[in-house]
């Protein structure tokens, strides 16, 4: 049941304060702004690494996750898309443990990475949303999203349920592990229980703007996004999420990579979504935005109250979102990725819900 949506996807986009504030609800205690103790699922205390395996938006979820593991929890992060991990013939040791993130459960190069570890006899954990899947069947601890079903195609609600249940883990490994103190824990966890009112906030916000410039957008061929940081993985998530269901051509670089090819590419003709909040990563990101203005590039500019009053550049579009906390940029900025990408393939009229070629859970090789 769609709801009073048009779509599967629109409907998605639009649950995730509520499914957000349900999944957190399962890892953090929203009264004391802790988080809730996972050693009985996994010693962070006492591991020497992670790997984290999974494809497609699951494998960005992952790489957004690895940034928080190695900065809050100091815990090195070994990542890569499963269709590569589980023929890379990686050296792997019983002190690292692996997460597979998977909506279905049932992706077949993500269940064979974790067949792979679990014969080097490392501990293994699941993020999946499909409570009864293979791939949680086949785990040592389940980390369940609490997104509820996903119908479209195109994961939305599933990918920021992802993202709050890996910032909760890292949150927990850097306590067990002691990398974070007790106030910052309060801090961040304050942080992500303000997420599903900052997400309602920006949804009503941001939704005309974004659909008139969604008309703009679907005249052009070509679409590249930038990022930095945890902004960098959104970015690809972006042009992921833009090419299957608009069908436009769309990359996601990370901005520092601007110069080093992509810049190339840069004319009139390719407008340029750059994710930059107000973060320690602002400054370098808008020098890469003049590199792309200086060079005819129009740029759609995504960014909160401080950064739009920082840049003095001229975009085709600046979306501002509010200010928030670094650790919940991810998953609010990803908001404003979704709905671009579904307005677009919305006036484009694709079959937003069941894009060409592709499929919801993908079982063969
Ligand atoms: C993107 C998308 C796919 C899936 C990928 C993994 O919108 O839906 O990229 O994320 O096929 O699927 P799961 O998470 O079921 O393993």
């Keep these: 049941d769609k709801g009073n949506h048009r779509h599967f996807m629109e409907k998605e986009i639009y649950e995730q304060p509520e499914v957000i504030s349900h999944a957190l609800s399962h890892y953090v205690d929203f009264a004391e702004h802790t988080v809730r103790d996972m050693a009985a699922e996994i010693d962070f205390a006492n591991l020497r690494g992670l790997a984290i395996s999974a494809c497609g938006t699951a494998y960005l979820a992952g790489l957004v996750g690895k940034y928080w593991f190695e900065r809050y929890a100091r815990l090195p992060v070994e990542i890569d898309v499963a269709s590569e991990f589980r023929y890379r013939e990686m050296p792997l040791s019983k002190d690292q ?27 293994i954990g699941a993020v999946v949303n499909v409570k009864e899947s293979t791939i949680a069947r086949e785990s040592d601890a389940v980390f369940p999203i609490l997104a509820g079903p996903e119908i479209g195609v195109a994961s939305t609600k599933a990918f920021t349920c992802q993202l709050a249940v890996l910032a909760s883990l890292a949150l927990a490994a850097g306590r067990a592990r002691g990398t974070i103190t007790e106030a910052e824990e309060k801090q961040l966890v304050k942080s992500l ?3 599903p009112r900052i997400m309602s906030q920006v949804l009503n916000a941001v939704q005309p703007q974004i659909e008139a410039l969604s008309r703009d957008l679907s005249k052009f061929k ?30 996601g670089y990370a901005a520092g990579e601007l110069k080093h090819g992509p810049i190339a590419l840069i004319d009139e003709n390719m407008p340029v979504i750059v994710i930059a909040p107000f973060d320690r990563f602002f400054e370098k990101t808008v020098s890469n935005m003049q590199e792309v203005a200086a060079r005819g590039g129009k740029i759609i500019f995504i960014t909160d109250e401080k950064g739009a009053a920082a840049s003095k550049l001229e975009t085709m579009a600046t979306i501002v979102l509010p200010e928030v906390a670094e ?20 006036f484009m009229g694709t079959d937003v819900d069941q894009p060409r070629n592709l499929a919801k859970s993908v079982t063969v090789e």
């Design 193 to 195: 229980a303000e997420m």
């Design 97 to 123: 443990a692996a997460l597979f993130i998977s909506q279905s459960g049932e992706t077949a190069d993500t269940l064979a990475s974790l067949r792979y570890c679990r014969d080097n006899g490392l501990k």
């Design 222 to 251: 070509d679409v590249l996004y930038l990022g930095r940081g945890t902004s960098y993985p959104l970015a690809l998530e972006g042009a992921l999420k833009l090419k299957e269901i608009s069908y436009i051509h769309a990359e």
């Design 327 to 346: 650790i919940i940029s991810p998953i609010v900025y990803s908001i404003p990725i979704q709905l671009l990408a579904y307005h677009t393939a919305v």
